[in-house]
């Protein structure tokens, strides 16, 4: 089966989802026009990346950054969700958008994925946090380790250094994932001594090979309101934090980019997937199936829920009911 796909590179609008996500129908509204069946956005696009957390920031400062992220974050439910939701189904297209999830009272980084009807079919939250993000999100458990069949293929993905987690990877290679998502933020913070772009390409290439499937890779890129933003509470990014960076891209189950990358600016990878090349990759390397060794080792997941509560509710006891003017 051959079909095109659309990936997205761009920045959001500095703590307004409202504005975002008219960014976002609108970016799905052209991909659909473009001929696309799927569009990916990059990680936690709703309502943006928390750079901050890598910041020298007080305290003080990074409470008060936290509280506007809680405030433009969303819940599965929530209004803004559901106009993504109609508009994939006004347009026809499956849709796969990297939020920050509210549930109860924690933030979760949270892939959602919403069929081309308009419907939720799978939500799942990345399950490390990379090293000051734990200061923002909570994590995931083994429940977010699945694949969803659609129309188009066995659909799956992970988040950012996810990526790097090798029996994650295998637990959807294992479920036949044919269609891998990779959300990542964008690559033009000098926070670590290495190009996140070229990361991105390393890593992607390498899953798509591993796995013998097609990779999905959308980034954000830093717009010029984030930086101007953040420089002004943190002069000392000066020459660290610049406009640019990020990567949308495709690649084969041969680990090749099947059109040319979007790099360094805001804009949309489109790229055709044939399934057929998934069965030609196998042929010589099937890493769950005749290239595997399960006498040998083999992967144990854990895939249940986990609650912080177990057994029933407690309720308040009975109290009797005092009758004063009597």
Known sequence: MKFKIASVVA?????????TVDKCCRIIEESSDNGARMVVFPETFLPLYPWWVWMELSSMKKLELYSKLYENSVSIDSEYIKRICYQAKIKNIFVVIGINEISGKTIYNSQVFINDEGSIIGVRRKLVPTGEERTVWGRGDGSDLFTMPTSLGQLGGLICYENSMALSRY??????????????????????PRDRTKTVDTVCRFVAFEGQTFVIASSSTVGQEEVDYYTSICPELEGSFSVGGGIAAIYDPFGEPVSEPVINEEGICYGEVDTGLIVKAKQMIDC????????VARLYVDSEKKSTTVGAVATPPSVPDFDFDS
């Open 171 to 192: 637990a959807l290679y294992s479920q036949g994932v044919e269609l891998y998502v990779a959300n990542w933020p964008g690559s033009n913070f000098k926070s670590q």
């Open 11 to 19: 920045s959001p609008a500095m703590f307004d989802i409202s504005a």
């Open 288 to 295: 769950v199936g005749h290239y595997a060794r399960p006498d």
